[in-house]
């Protein structure tokens, strides 16, 4: 019943920013463990980020650490991936998903719900 819908990807050069953005039709939105993850051509889906609605820690691959930034806006049902610092092996197409429970955050098999994914570009 969930609906995931991501936007905010592009084209950008080495070195610049995107935000992502992921709408969720949730009703009780702030209860989910909200995250992120990357699948680039030929390669398998892997974890980015996640924001767990439990104590409000937040998980970062350590890949992206110090350059992406997860954050949610509950009034709005919205998660959102700050992404600076651009390289060109963060290209791939980016996809929200949302967790009932977030036990295991960085397992793709925890997540219930997923949107249909953003294409980000970081060209050379």
């Known amino acids: 019943q969930v609906q995931l819908v991501e936007s905010g990807g592009g084209l950008v050069q080495t070195g610049g920013s995107l935000r992502l953005s992921c709408s969720s039709s949730a009703r009780a939105f702030s209860t989910y463990t909200m995250a992120w993850f990357r699948q680039a051509p030929g390669k398998e889906r892997e974890f980015v980020a996640a924001?767990?609605?439990?104590?409000?820690?937040?998980d970062y691959a350590e890949s992206v650490k110090g350059r992406f930034t997860i954050s949610k806006d509950n009034a709005k049902n919205t998660v959102y991936l700050e992404m600076n610092t651009l390289k060109p092996e963060d290209t791939a197409v980016y996809y929200c998903?949302?967790?009932?429970?977030?036990?295991?955050?960085?397992?793709?098999?925890?997540?219930?719900?997923w949107g249909q994914g953003t294409q980000v570009t970081v060209s050379s």
């Open positions: 998903a949302a967790a009932r429970l977030g036990n295991r955050p960085r397992s793709l098999d925890e997540y219930d719900f």
């Open positions: 924001l767990l609605w439990a104590g409000g820690n937040i």
